[in-house]
């Protein structure tokens, strides 16, 4: 086969690790199962096509693979055409979408799944496990808050959950997470004062963009934090959990609504709970954003510094000479999540 088209991965579906002949001979054969020294635990071994090795390891080496087959561990040494290796009694771990990857921990009385959309869009999905417990629950991986899971999962663009499945019942949890989501109000086109705190920099626009396509050198090279300020109304406070969803940041924002923080948003989806801080009428809103200091040292290196007291015992190197992109470029949403 020459065409990507006609690929399999028969290995989607389960987690797997690679490791040297190092680990492999220090490994033992327990219940069918190989386990490493460190206790780490393998249903099956594939041996990899066409591998240089010292020769003088390769005796050694199918010697161990040999014995590993003869105390029951399934081994596959040649190429595999089959869509899964349910034919050597491996059921799948989990039956995901393209897109959506996942691992998978042991408790004891549940089975912890993380998963996590690696695409540029929101996924809903039905997922299923090779684990059986009796009873289901699914964790909001920012928050930690834990819901009652339905026979559907949506993650957002970027998004993580934990899937559990337990054999006991978590009490107090009575309710599923909350997928439909409605716009209160944009913050696109407000007002908006930005103060860049190393260079004492301020800035008012009505359109949020990307520091590092700024004409100014010392906000294009801009790395630190930098405070966004703006207000918005609300005709009324709707029951539900209400989140301020940020858009896109680069990297890191920490949100305060009225005065009072309401959360760090690290990772997309970048959305923050503002229900307890937010108000009917008139509210304030402050945005503190941080990014990392590559654009800062870049500058630096060009000659072109956004502020002094920049110093390194090295010449930064990055494969890539284009800017990361920085700051707060939204869209800016007051969301009603119910």
């Known amino acids: 086969m020459t065409k990507a088209e006609h690929w399999i991965n028969p290995l989607r579906g389960y987690r797997y690790d690679s490791f040297n002949h190092d680990v492999l001979g220090k490994s033992?054969?327990?219940?069918?199962?190989?386990?490493?020294?460190?206790?780490?635990?393998?249903?099956?071994?594939?041996?990899?096509?066409?591998?240089?090795?010292?020769?003088?390891?390769?005796?050694?080496?199918?010697?161990?693979?040999?014995?590993?087959?003869?105390?029951?561990?399934?081994?596959?040494?040649?190429?595999?055409?089959?869509?899964?290796?349910?034919?050597?009694?491996?059921?799948?771990?989990?039956?995901?979408?393209?897109?959506?990857?996942f691992t998978h921990r042991h408790?004891?009385?549940?089975?912890?799944?993380?998963?996590?959309?690696?695409?540029?869009?929101?996924?809903?999905?039905?997922?299923?496990?090779?684990?059986?417990?009796?009873?289901?629950?699914?964790?909001?991986?920012?928050?930690?808050?834990?819901?009652?899971?339905?026979?559907?999962?949506?993650?957002?663009?970027?998004?993580?959950?934990?899937?559990?499945?337990?054999?006991?019942?978590?009490?107090?949890?009575?309710?599923?997470?909350?997928?439909?989501?409605?716009?209160?109000?944009?913050?696109?086109?407000?007002?908006?004062?930005?103060?860049?705190?190393?260079?004492?920099?301020?800035?008012?626009?009505?359109?949020?963009?990307?520091?590092?396509?700024s004409d100014i050198n010392d906000v294009k090279f801009y790395s630190g934090h930098a405070t966004y300020t703006t207000t918005f109304k609300l005709g009324r406070k709707p029951k539900g959990n209400i989140l301020l969803d940020l858009g896109n940041v680069a990297d890191i924002a920490t949100v305060y609504v009225n005065g009072h923080e309401c959360g760090t948003a690290w990772t997309a989806p970048y959305a923050v709970d503002i229900t307890k801080a937010v108000k009917r009428g008139r509210n304030t809103l402050k945005i503190t954003v941080v990014n990392t200091w590559a654009n800062a040292l870049q500058g630096n290196d060009m000659g072109t510094p956004p502020f002094k007291g920049i110093w390194t015992n090295g010449k930064f190197r990055r494969e890539s000479k284009e800017l990361l992109p920085a700051g707060l470029t939204g869209p800016v949403e007051v969301i009603l999540n119910y």
């Open 107 to 213: 408790a004891d009385g549940a089975d912890i799944y993380f998963l996590s959309n690696q695409t540029d869009s929101t996924m809903t999905f039905t997922p299923t496990f090779r684990a059986e417990r009796e009873y289901r629950y699914i964790a909001d991986a920012i928050t930690g808050k834990v819901y009652l899971a339905g026979n559907s999962v949506t993650l957002p663009e970027g998004g993580s959950a934990f899937y559990i499945l337990s054999d006991d019942k978590v009490p107090g949890i009575t309710e599923g997470i909350k997928t439909s989501r409605k716009t209160l109000t944009t913050l696109n086109g407000h007002k908006w004062t930005i103060k860049f705190e190393k260079t004492g920099r301020t800035t008012t626009t009505n359109k949020l963009s990307d520091w590092s396509k």
């Open 28 to 101: 033992q054969v327990k219940n069918n199962m190989l386990v490493t020294q460190d206790g780490m635990a393998y249903s099956a071994l594939v041996i990899p096509q066409a591998r240089k090795m010292n020769p003088s390891r390769i005796v050694t080496c199918w010697n161990t693979i040999d014995s590993i087959e003869k105390w029951g561990v399934p081994v596959i040494k040649e190429p595999w055409n089959e869509p899964d290796l349910t034919s050597i009694g491996l059921r799948k771990d989990a039956d995901l979408p393209e897109g959506i990857d």
